[in-house]
């Protein structure tokens, strides 16, 4: 079985490269994400995997590098960097192909080699900034 350093460092090859299937399937059916910058929970996988469809299709280019990746128990802390090209989806598409650039960090609850709890921390502010996104 997978320890939760390995389940993440394989969640961050998905998403470099953009493949929604694999990144997903690193998820528990009932797992939970909750992105504190956008404060609604994605429950279920399948709410997980068409948010990553739709987060690949709006930044095609998007990258992610670990700066830190830590290991407590059953937890994973993943401290990262990244960004790519935003080009917008049917939500958000004011001001597509703008670069962005972020940090951020993760909190991954693994259990049985499968994420079930995560929970993110990035600056939703910079990002709207960045990409020319009105700001609420």
């Known amino acids: 079985m997978r320890t939760p350093k390995q389940v993440i ?12 299937d694999a990144a997903a399937a690193l998820y528990h059916e ?13 429950e279920g996988k399948s709410a997980i995997h068409a948010d990553l ?15 830190n990746l830590f290991e407590d128990g059953d937890w994973a ?12 989806n049917e939500a958000e598409s004011s001001a597509p192909g703008r670069k962005y650039t972020l940090r951020g960090c993760g909190f991954f609850h693994v259990v049985d080699g499968k ?22």
């Open 9 to 20: 460092s394989a969640f961050v090859d998905a998403l470099n490269t953009h493949d929604a």
């Open 30 to 42: 009932d797992a939970v994400n909750i992105q504190m910058a956008i404060g609604t929970p994605l």
């Open 53 to 67: 469809i739709n987060f690949f299709r709006s930044t095609p280019d998007t990258y992610t590098h670990i700066e």
């Open 77 to 88: 802390i993943l401290e990262w960097s990244g960004g790519g090209t935003f080009i917008g």
């Open 115 to 136: 994420i079930r709890f995560q929970r993110g921390y990035w600056d939703k502010l910079t990002w709207f900034k960045q990409v020319g996104l009105p700001i609420d």
